[in-house]
């Protein structure tokens, strides 16, 4: 089983929408969560990151984490075109703080 | 622009030719680390670098990779002989002291033909 599983998509929503991304983990140990932003053939970005349960906001991005379930999410509200991208879960753990990525999904707003 | 660098940003090469990217990270940041990713797929962790002492490396990591990081600023990633499997985009990365933030690179895409 994977660190990090990622529904790599694609994903198509029209300008506007809601984005609703998802990923799972498997591993317990305490650890920070992020979610990447990636241009196509541009390094990653990173977009936001949380180590807690709950909701964190910025801007029109929210993540969220349910350490109970092992899952996190990424919205997006009021999705635009230059949110087209691939977005990536990752975990970070250790002391080396070692980022562990999913296989991204693909996202596309359609203006 | 003071974010990650590195360069080339594309190598093709011939399969069995020796390659070396190299990365120069963020000023002061004492972390640095080397990812690969292939198509569809997202990165993952090669080596990391903690100021000039390697301190972890990935099973990914094959006798024929060899990765330093001299006086712990910039550091070079060789690839010996390379396979056509090696194709893929080489990623950088580094962070400061007790953060948990890596800063990327663009990347150094290489094609063994």
């Not at chain 2, 990217?21 to 940041?29: A, W």
């Not at chain 2, 390697?54 to 010996?80: H, M, V």
């Amino acid at each position: 089983q994977k660190e990090v599983e990622q529904d790599p998509g694609p994903l198509s929503v029209p300008e506007g929408a809601i984005v609703s991304l998802n990923c799972t983990y498997s591993n317990s140990a305490f650890q920070y969560f992020m979610w990447y932003r990636q241009y196509s053939r541009k390094g990653p970005e990173l977009l936001m990151y949380t180590y807690s349960s709950g909701n964190k906001e910025d801007g029109r991005f929210t993540a969220q984490v349910d350490k109970s379930s092992k899952y996190i999410s990424l919205f997006i509200r009021d999705s635009q075109p230059s949110d087209s991208a691939t977005y990536l879960c990752a975990r970070v753990a250790g002391g080396y703080q070692k980022v562990t990525f999913g296989t991204g999904t693909k996202l596309q707003v359609i203006p | 622009d003071t974010g990650v660098s590195q360069d080339p940003r594309h190598k093709i090469t011939k399969r069995g030719q020796n390659v070396t990217f190299r990365c120069d990270p963020i000023s002061e940041h004492n972390r640095l680390y080397w990812y690969r990713q292939t198509l569809g797929q997202g990165p993952e962790f090669l080596t990391y670098f903690q100021n000039e002492a390697q301190l972890e490396k990935s099973r990914l990591l094959s006798d024929r990779f060899s990765a330093e990081r001299p006086k712990g600023s910039f550091s070079t990633l060789e690839i010996q002989r390379t396979e056509q499997g090696d194709s893929a985009m080489y990623l950088c990365a580094s962070s400061p002291r007790d953060s948990t933030e890596a800063f990327f690179g663009q990347g150094t895409r290489l094609t063994v033909v």
